[in-house]
């Protein structure tokens, strides 16, 4: 188990940028890492996923825009957002979830208590 914590949210214009930060209470190179978002009266969604050894996943609405990456000396895990969009804005977390020997990831059952995103057209 690992604490997460958020940071980075905040209002932005559309078309602008913002970076999300998470920092982990232990080592992170156990796990798989992800971001997801839950607007209002909408499901939570995964944004992207990281593993350990760096192969990523992006949500369908967010490639090309949205970065993610790990530092995994730091135990930090980050997501840059870039050309941010109204309907980018949602609450914004951090999760981790154990990754097998086979790469396969478990269910996400570590969260942070997330950061808001506002973007106003």
């Known amino acids: 188990q690992v604490q997460l914590v958020e940071s980075g949210g905040g209002s932005v214009q559309a078309g602008g940028s913002l970076r999300l930060s998470c920092a982990s209470s232990g080592s992170i190179m156990g796990y798989c890492m992800g971001w997801f978002r839950q607007a209002p009266g909408k499901e939570r969604e995964a944004v992207a996923t990281i593993k350990r050894i760096g192969a990523v996943r992006y949500a369908d609405s967010v490639k090309g825009r949205f970065t993610i990456s790990k530092d995994n000396a730091k135990n930090t895990l980050s997501l840059q957002m870039d050309s941010l969009k109204s309907e980018d804005t949602a609450m914004y977390y951090c999760?981790?979830?154990?990754?097998?020997?086979?790469?396969?990831?478990?269910?996400?059952?570590?969260w942070g208590q997330g950061t808001q995103v506002t973007v106003s057209s």
């Open positions: 999760a981790a979830a154990h990754e097998d020997d086979w790469g396969r990831c478990d269910e996400y059952n570590n």
